[in-house]
């Protein structure tokens, strides 16, 4: 799948985009499981 970057959009960029998302999402899941377990 191409797409067009965005203009002074890098790969490098995105992937960092993509990891730091990544991350949120599993400090959110460990918080959600923490404020569970109180």
Not at 5 to 19: L, M, N, R, S
Request: net charge positive.
């Amino acid at each position: 799948m191409i797409r067009k970057p965005f203009v002074g959009h890098d790969a490098k960029d995105e992937v960092w985009i993509f990891a730091a998302h990544q991350m949120f999402q599993v400090v959110l899941h460990r918080i959600n499981l923490f404020a569970d377990c109180k």
